[in-house]
Nanobody, 128 residues
Framework: EVQLVESGGGLVQSGGSLRLSCAAS????????IGWFRQAPGKEREGISC????????YYTDSVKGRFTVSSDNAKNTVYLQMNNLKPEDTAVYYC?????????????????????WGQGTQVTVSS
């Protein structure tokens, strides 16, 4: 059974940092790309990154580029989202998702269309 479990959310002050984890089971990153998405109250879901181990590529959207970094631990089958210099507008529920055999070549792969499996989300709140 494919499963994604996010953790690491919480409350942080503006300018602070958090690291989110996305633990995967039932598949490996060799075949699946991992996307990070977020949804703030009253707003549409926003894709922020796409990580492809097999493609050797991580794509970041402009809203997080330079502040957020994706990494992975193959032994733990976990992908991380390191979030630095957090701003109040980063407040949202953050989700990771898995897409089979995509390689994150463009912003298209942060839209969510290709993703089959989704985690339950973790809340990130940034206070001003």
């Amino acid at each position: 059974e494919v499963q994604l479990v996010e953790s690491g959310g919480g409350l942080v002050q503006s300018g602070g940092s958090l690291r989110l984890s996305c633990a995967a089971s039932g598949f490996t990153f060799d075949d699946y790309a991992i996307g990070w998405f977020r949804q703030a109250p009253g707003k549409e879901r926003e894709g922020i990154s796409c990580f492809s181990k097999s493609g050797g590529r991580t794509y970041y959207t402009d809203s997080v580029k330079g502040r957020f970094t994706v990494s992975s631990d193959n032994a733990k089958n976990t992908v991380y989202l390191q979030m630095n210099n957090l701003k109040p507008e980063d407040t949202a529920v953050y989700y990771c998702a898995a897409a089979w055999q995509i390689y994150c070549e463009s912003i298209y792969y942060t839209k969510g269309y290709e993703y089959t499996y989704w985690g339950q989300g973790t809340q990130v709140t940034v206070s001003s």
